[in-house]
C-alpha cells in the first residue's frame, strides 16, 4: 500500500438529541486527515456523509471509528462495508473492539465476525424451514390467516347480487378493498 495514505475519522449518532462529543474525544488521538460526522440512524440506508466518506476513500487510507455500529447498520451491511474497503486497499480501524484490518491478527478477528454473522444468517434460515415444516404437518399453510371466511363469502354475494358497491361491502365487512378485490378474483379463478 502507498505511504501517503490518510486516517478519515466518520463520527455518527443516532438522533439529534445526542452528541457527538464522546466520539469525538475517543477519536482524538488518532491523527486524521478529515473527520466525517452524522446525524442519522444506523437503521437508515440513506447516509449521504458515509456516502460521501466512502467515495472521498483512496487505496492506502484508514476509516477510524469510535464502535463498529457506527458504520453499520446491521452486522451483514457492517461486513459488507468493510469487505468493500478490503477490496479497494482501504483498512478499517474500529478503536472500541481494538479491531484494526490493517494487520493480520485485526483481520482475522474480523473475519470471525463474518462466519458468526453467516451462522447466525444460516440458523435462522434453518430454524424458518423447521418452523414452516412443522405448521405445515399441522395442516397450517402459513402466511396470515384468511380474512373472508365462508359466512362473509356468502354476505358478499348477496350484497354483490343486491346491486351494493364494492367499497361499501368492504367497509360493512370491516375489511379492505384490496382484499375484498383479491378474495373476489380468487372466487372467479376457483
Avoid at 444506523?42 to 458504520?71: N, S
Avoid at 461486513?79 to 480501524?93: C, K, N, P, S
Avoid at 472500541?96 to 458468526?116: R, W, Y
Avoid at 440458523?123 to 362473509?152: C, H, M, V
Wanted: proline share 3%; charged share 25%.
Amino acid at each position: 500500500m502507498p505511504n501517503n495514505s490518510g486516517n478519515h475519522r466518520y463520527i455518527r449518532v443516532s438522533g439529534t438529541d445526542q452528541v457527538l462529543d464522546l466520539q469525538r474525544d475517543a477519536l482524538a488521538a488518532i491523527p486524521c486527515d478529515r473527520v466525517w460526522e452524522e446525524v442519522a440512524s444506523g437503521a437508515k440506508d440513506d447516509r449521504p456523509v458515509l456516502l460521501d466518506l466512502l467515495g472521498h476513500l483512496r487505496e492506502g487510507d484508514t476509516v477510524v471509528v469510535w464502535r463498529l455500529d457506527r458504520l453499520g447498520r446491521s452486522l451483514k451491511h457492517l461486513i459488507e462495508t468493510v469487505e468493500d474497503l478490503q477490496r479497494r486497499g482501504i483498512a478499517f480501524r474500529s478503536l472500541t473492539e481494538s479491531i484494526d484490518t490493517s494487520s493480520a491478527g485485526g483481520m482475522l478477528i474480523f473475519q470471525i465476525f463474518g462466519a458468526l454473522a453467516q451462522f447466525e444468517r444460516t440458523l435462522i434460515q434453518e430454524r424458518t424451514a423447521a418452523g414452516l415444516a412443522a405448521a405445515r404437518a399441522r395442516g397450517r399453510i402459513g402466511g396470515q390467516p384468511k380474512r373472508i371466511d365462508p359466512a362473509k363469502a356468502r354476505v358478499i354475494r348477496q350484497m354483490l347480487a343486491a346491486g351494493t358497491p364494492k367499497t361499501e361491502i368492504a367497509q360493512v365487512l370491516g375489511i379492505g378493498r384490496a382484499t375484498l378485490y383479491r378474495h373476489l378474483a380468487e372466487t372467479v379463478v376457483s
